[in-house]
C-alpha cells in the first residue's frame, strides 16, 4: 500500500485570529471594573462588540436569526457572573453584609462585559443553521 501524502495545514481563519483581541478587550474590561475605572470598562466593552459586528458586516452574509441568537446568548452570559457571585457570596458562612454585598455587587457589573464576550464569540464563530 503506497503511503499517504501528508495534508497541508489549513491557514488560520480570521475568526481565529479575532478572537485573541476579543478576549483581551474582554479582560481589559474586567480588569477596568476591577480598578473602579467605569468609563473605560463601558468603552473595552462597547469596542467588544463593534469590532465583530464590523468584521461580520464585511466579510460574511447575515442569516435569519443570527442577531436574535447572539442577542440570547448575550442575556444567558450576562448572568454567569451574577450567579457565580451569588455562589460565592452565599458560600461564606458568618459574611457581613458588607463583604457579600461587595461580591455580589460585582458580579452585577461584570455581567455585560460577559454578555459581550458570549455574543462576539457566537458572532465569530457561529455557522449558519442547517
Known sequence: ?????????????????????????????????????????AAATVTLVLVPLVFRLWTRTWYRGLVLRGMGLFIAGMHVPMLVGGALAYGRIGCEPADCGQTILLGIILAPVAGALCSVVYWLVGRPPV
Open 1 to 41: 500500500m503506497p503511503p499517504t501524502p501528508p495534508r497541508e495545514r489549513e491557514p488560520l481563519s480570521l475568526d481565529a485570529l479575532l478572537i485573541v483581541p476579543a478576549l483581551l478587550l474582554a479582560g481589559a474590561a474586567c480588569l477596568a471594573v476591577a480598578a473602579r475605572h467605569f468609563a473605560l470598562a
